[in-house]
């Protein structure tokens, strides 16, 4: 019954491969993130999709695509990965329409570009 | 734009103390704040969510205070055991919605 999985785990690759990472929530919310945390720990925000549609896109490269294709789910594709794509990146989901917004984690994928 | 500031970035006691872990915020226009614990490994695992309106939220042995008017709120965590180890993350949620804003964590270590 986990409420916001993500797969895989982990993924390692070479520079310069395309590589997607999936996530799912069963919480009924209806807006997903994905967050990248980096080396040193510090966790920020990628996207946001609110029922499929895209919401907030930080100052990301376009070689991320999110693709939402339903409310449940967010993908992250990753085109000509490069080494500084390597960070562990995490999955959320939160209710908008609610009072608290607040925001579950899944266990996130390390990603490892070499 | 919003920045959250954490201190201590690591506090290391022992076992049965009580401490207290510290965040600040910039931009005091928050709807709410999140505290998340993060083992070393791991994803986040939400510990208390303090809505603006609130003065402080209990679960356990944990109590966070919120002082919006003055950008701070404090993680308070009560006869602290070794299992508490791991990294203590908050995270204002903006009255306009989008995005948490991250601290960079306090990394706590409870010796046994």
């Known amino acids: 019954d986990t409420a916001v999985s993500q797969t895989p785990k982990y993924l390692v690759t070479q520079m310069g491969n395309d590589k997607s990472i999936k996530c799912e929530q069963n919480?009924?919310?209806?807006?997903m993130y994905w967050y990248k945390q980096d080396s040193k720990k510090f966790l920020k925000i990628m996207f946001s999709y609110n029922n499929k549609e895209l919401i907030i896109n930080e100052t990301v490269p376009n070689r991320f695509s999110p693709k939402s294709p339903d409310k449940a789910h967010l993908n992250l594709h990753i085109n000509s990965l490069e080494l500084g794509d390597s960070a562990v990146y995490f999955c959320?989901?939160?209710?908008?329409?609610?009072?608290?917004?607040?925001?579950?984690f899944g266990p996130g994928t390390r990603l490892t570009v070499t | 734009k919003q920045e959250v500031t954490q201190i201590p970035a690591a506090l290391s006691v022992p076992e049965g103390e009580n401490l207290v872990l510290n965040c600040s915020f910039t931009d005091s226009a928050i709807y709410n704040l999140q505290w998340f614990r993060q083992d070393p490994g791991k994803g986040l695992t939400s510990l208390l969510l303090i809505q603006s309106s609130q003065r402080e939220q209990t679960s356990g042995r944990l109590n966070a205070s919120l002082d919006k008017s003055s950008g701070r709120s404090t993680l308070y965590i009560a006869a602290s055991q070794p299992g508490d180890s791991a990294t203590y993350l908050c995270a204002p949620f903006p009255n306009q919605g989008g995005k948490l804003i991250f601290g960079q964590g306090t990394e706590l270590s409870v010796k046994p």
């Open positions: 919480l009924g919310h209806d807006t």
């Open positions: 959320a989901s939160s209710q908008l329409a609610g009072v608290s917004y607040e925001q579950y």
